[in-house]
């Protein structure tokens, strides 16, 4: 069965650096989504991104993150600058149609110290 | 925006009982999931069902879109149902998921 697969599985990183979260989606899957989850609380939306372009953001997702595809396979979330707050799961999901709802990987823990 | 309300927030089981779990959402929807968040915090999709009734194994879902609510059963529950629950929705004119509050299934043998 096609999955979405998310790499790395964990990752700490000292406060103020950079990370990049990757995902690989379904190979013809056209939506793509990131999701956070802080933890013991309800899974948010974050961001989509159809068409080479974010097609919609919450007001979570500010400046210092970005999205970007960057090749024909990969799906990649960017933390600029990360503060304490920006410690959860964080889920990659991508969809055929955007209203048939979707395919979740497994999530990178991210943990900021 | 659209609410996602589940309930009870909180279940414990003995292992064999039969359970019902909620969701209520405010709006019309476009597609429901059910997911169940393992203890790993993998997201595991149970069932795509943005109407009627769907079942598969001991786990069926029925979604009543013109009521505005979907109700998931689980039937001779065993420990390894325990996790998280929740529900998700895809509201009209949109293309993403917006997440109920979950409801923590505790089984015990």
């Known amino acids: 069965e096609p999955e979405v697969t998310q790499t790395p599985s964990h990752q700490v990183t000292q406060m103020g650096q950079e990370v990049i979260l990757r995902c690989v989606p379904i190979s013809n899957h056209l939506y793509f989504y990131w999701y956070r989850q802080i933890l013991g609380q309800k899974v948010e939306f974050l961001v989509s991104f159809y068409n080479n372009e974010i097609s919609e953001k919450s007001e979570i997702f500010d400046d210092q993150f970005s999205v970007e595809r960057p090749d024909g396979s990969n799906f990649t979330l960017k933390i600029r600058s990360t503060k304490l707050e920006d410690s959860a799961m964080y889920f990659c999901?991508?969809?055929?149609?955007?209203?048939?709802?979707?395919?979740f990987g497994q999530g990178t823990r991210l943990t900021v110290v | 925006g659209i609410q996602v309300e589940q309930s009870p927030p909180d279940l414990i089981l003995q292992e064999g009982a039969n359970s019902t779990l909620r969701c209520n959402f405010s709006?019309?929807?476009?597609?429901l999931q059910w997911f169940h968040q393992n203890p790993w915090g993998q997201l595991i999709n149970l069932f795509y069902i943005p109407s009627g009734t769907k079942q598969n194994g001991r786990l069926s879902a029925t979604t009543v879109a013109t009521e505005r609510y979907s109700l998931l059963y689980i039937s001779s529950s065993q420990t390894t149902d325990s996790g998280v629950y929740f529900c998700a929705v895809v509201p009209y004119n949109t293309d993403k998921l917006i997440f109920g509050t979950g409801t923590r299934l505790q089984v015990f043998p």
């Open positions: 709006d019309s929807v476009n597609n």
């Open positions: 999901a991508s969809s055929e149609a955007g209203w048939l709802g979707a395919f």
